[in-house]
C-alpha cells in the first residue's frame, strides 16, 4: 500500500513570488522588490484569454526548483537537470525549534538531525515557516529562517542530492548583500532591532544558492502542505518539475511517497 | 533496489508545436528578462525567463474541470491517480485515421489491469517538432468504445503520444475550423468525416467526467519503455485553478543490477 504526500505550495492569483525585475516588465507594477512582498492582483499571473486559462509570470513561484543557470555561470538550465536528481531516498528533518526571526540554520543543525541524513539523500528541511505562506507574506519572505554557508558546506560534503525547505530560497532572508541597497527597509528593521550590521553579518550576497548548485545539488524552495505528517521519517520524494527549455527554474509537485 | 527514470516528457519550448486553434500562435511561450539595472554584484546579467503560458500545451493534461463542472481542477487530482504501477503499450502498429478500440486495449501487452496507469505509444510522436501537420491531423485516435473500455476496466489514467484524446476527426460541428482534415478524410476514404464522427470531443467527456487524469502529447523517451509494467509519475505542478497542464511523465523501472 503507498501513501503520498503533497509538499507542495501552489502558485494562485494574490499568492506572492520572489520578486525579480520580470515584474516590472509584465505587469507594469514599479518597485517589485518593495517590501518584497507586493501582492500580486487577481488578474496575475494568472488570468483567462481565448477561453482558457492561462499564466503570465516568471517561474520562482510557489514549490519551485533553481536552476544551475540561475545563479552560477556557464549552469545548465532546468530542463537538463537529470531526473536523478529529482527522485530517491530522502529524510524529513524536524526544523521546527529553529521557526524564529532571521535564525541560522547552520552545519550543526544538519549534523544533528534525525533520521540521519546520509549521501545521496535528499533532504527536506520542516522549519514550521510555512505558516506564514499566504497569511503574512512580509513575514514569509523577511523574517524566514535560513541556511548560513556553513549548513552548504555540510551538505556538499556529505553529498546530498537534494535541499528542500520551507523557506523562498537556499539562502538566509538577509544574505542579500549589499543590504541596504537590494531591501532598505529590511536593512532599517535589522539595524533598529538589532543594533548590527548586516554588511558584517552577512557579507556575501546568496553564497549558499551558488555553492549548492555548483555542486551539483538540487535546490527546491517554498516546501509544505501536508510536510508535518511525515517529518520524522525517511522515505521516497519526487520533484519532478515543470520542464521548460532554457529556463531559469521549474514550478514542481513535490511528493512524499511511503511504502507500506 | 536500483531503478532507472524515463523522461516521457517534452519540454515547453518556443519551438513549438500547438494544437491547431485559431490564433495560438501569436504567444511567444518564454522571454527572457536580463537584470542590468538593479544592482547584482557587478550588475551581471542574471536572466529570469518569464513565461508567456498556455497549459494545454506540450506534455499536458485535461483536468475533469475541462469537462465537468465542479471537477478536479489540475492540481486538486488526488495524487494516487498520478502516480502507480501502469503499462506502456505498443500501438505503433496503427496508421493514419486508425481509431483505438476497446479490442485494442483487450489484447494490448502487457496486459492491463485495474488500477494501472496506461500510456500508449501509437508512434506518432516522431512527428512532433518534424512535421506538424502529421503530428496535430492524422493521428490514431481514441473514439468512444477504447474510452469506455478504459472506464469499465477501472484504468485510473491514461496518456498518449497523440495530439489530443480524441481522434483528429471528431470535431463535429467545427468542420469550418478544421476543413483541411474532412478534405483529406474524404479523399483518402471516400467517406464524409461527420457522419463518421458525429460528436464533438466525447472522449475527452468520457475520460473527464470520470475523473481519470487524461494526457496529451507524451513522448521523449517512450520508445525506451514500451511493453514493459512500470511505475508512472504524472504530476501536475502546483498550479491553482487550471483547466489543463503540463505534467512531467516519468516511467521508473526496477533495475535490480543498479545501485
Keep these: 500500500m503507498t501513501k503520498l504526500y503533497d509538499l507542495s505550495q501552489t502558485v494562485h492569483n494574490g499568492s506572492v513570488m520572489w520578486p525579480h525585475i520580470a515584474d516590472n516588465v509584465i505587469s507594469g507594477f514599479p518597485g517589485a522588490f518593495v517590501g518584497r512582498s507586493r501582492a500580486n492582483t487577481k488578474e496575475w499571473p494568472l488570468r483567462w484569454r481565448n477561453g482558457l486559462p492561462t499564466y503570465l509570470g516568471h517561474l520562482h513561484g ?46 550543526e543543525d544538519f549534523e544533528k538531525a534525525t533520521p540521519k541524513i546520509k549521501a545521496g539523500d535528499i533532504v527536506v528541511c520542516n522549519t514550521g515557516w510555512q505558516e506564514y505562506y499566504d497569511k503574512d507574506n512580509y513575514i514569509y519572505f523577511n523574517h524566514y529562517p535560513g541556511m548560513v554557508p556553513s549548513a552548504a558546506e555540510w551538505l556538499i560534503r556529505k553529498k546530498v542530492k537534494g535541499i528542500a525547505g520551507t523557506w523562498p530560497t537556499s539562502d538566509h532572508s538577509l544574505a542579500y548583500y549589499p543590504l541596504k541597497s537590494w531591501m532598505p527597509w529590511l536593512y532599517e528593521e535589522y539595524v533598529g532591532e538589532t543594533g548590527k550590521d548586516p554588511a558584517k553579518e552577512f557579507p556575501t550576497f546568496e553564497p549558499c544558492l551558488a555553492m549548492l548548485l555548483k555542486a551539483g545539488i538540487t535546490c527546491i524552495q517554498n516546501a509544505g502542505k501536508d510536510i508535518d505528517l511525515i517529518t520524522g521519517k525517511r522515505c521516497t520524494l519526487a520533484a519532478f518539475l515543470l520542464a521548460i527549455e532554457k529556463a531559469d527554474a521549474g514550478m514542481t509537485r513535490l511528493v512524499a511517497i511511503v511504502d507500506d | ?171 463535429a460541428g467545427m468542420r469550418e475550423d478544421y476543413f483541411w482534415r474532412y478534405e483529406e478524410y474524404k479523399e483518402d476514404t471516400g467517406r464524409d468525416g461527420e457522419k463518421d464522427f458525429q460528436a464533438y470531443e466525447p472522449c475527452h467527456n468520457i475520460l473527464c467526467t470520470h475523473d481519470m487524469l487524461a494526457i496529451e502529447d507524451v513522448g521523449g523517451e517512450i520508445d525506451k519503455v514500451t511493453g514493459l509494467r512500470c511505475t508512472i509519475a504524472a504530476f501536475p505542478a502546483p498550479i491553482e485553478g487550471t483547466i489543463g497542464h503540463q505534467v512531467r511523465v516519468v516511467a521508473i523501472v526496477d533495475d535490480p543490477g543498479k545501485n
Design chain 2, 1 to 171: 533496489m536500483g531503478y532507472k527514470l524515463y523522461d516521457l516528457s517534452w519540454p515547453v519550448s518556443n519551438m513549438g508545436p500547438m494544437w491547431p486553434h485559431r490564433g495560438m500562435f501569436e504567444d511567444r511561450m518564454v522571454k527572457r528578462i536580463c537584470n542590468h539595472s538593479t544592482g547584482l554584484p557587478g550588475r551581471v546579467s542574471r536572466q529570469v525567463c518569464v513565461w508567456d503560458a498556455i497549459f494545454h500545451s506540450f506534455t499536458h493534461m485535461d483536468a475533469p474541470a475541462h469537462e465537468k463542472t465542479g471537477g478536479y481542477f489540475a492540481n486538486q487530482i488526488p495524487l494516487e491517480t498520478c502516480y502507480g504501477t501502469g503499462v506502456v503499450v505498443d500501438f505503433r502498429y496503427m496508421k493514419k485515421w486508425d481509431q483505438i478500440r476497446a479490442e485494442d486495449f483487450e489484447k494490448a501487452k502487457p496486459k492491463i489491469k485495474a488500477g494501472d496507469i496506461v500510456i500508449v505509444n501509437t508512434g506518432w510522436q516522431r512527428y512532433w517538432q518534424k512535421k506538424d501537420y502529421f503530428y496535430h491531423n492524422h493521428y490514431p485516435g481514441l473514439v468512444p468504445s477504447g474510452a469506455n473500455w478504459l472506464v469499465e476496466h477501472k484504468v485510473k489514467a491514461v496518456g498518449g503520444t497523440w495530439a489530443a484524446l480524441d481522434h483528429p476527426m471528431a470535431y
Design chain 1, 62 to 107: 510557489g514549490t519551485h526548483v533553481d536552476a544551475p543557470l540561475y545563479a552560477i555561470d556557464g549552469g545548465i538550465s532546468q530542463d537538463k537537470i537529470p531526473l536523478e536528481n529529482l527522485f530517491g531516498t530522502g529524510v524529513i528533518v524536524d526544523f521546527r525549534h529553529k521557526k524564529k526571526k532571521w535564525e541560522r540554520i547552520t552545519a
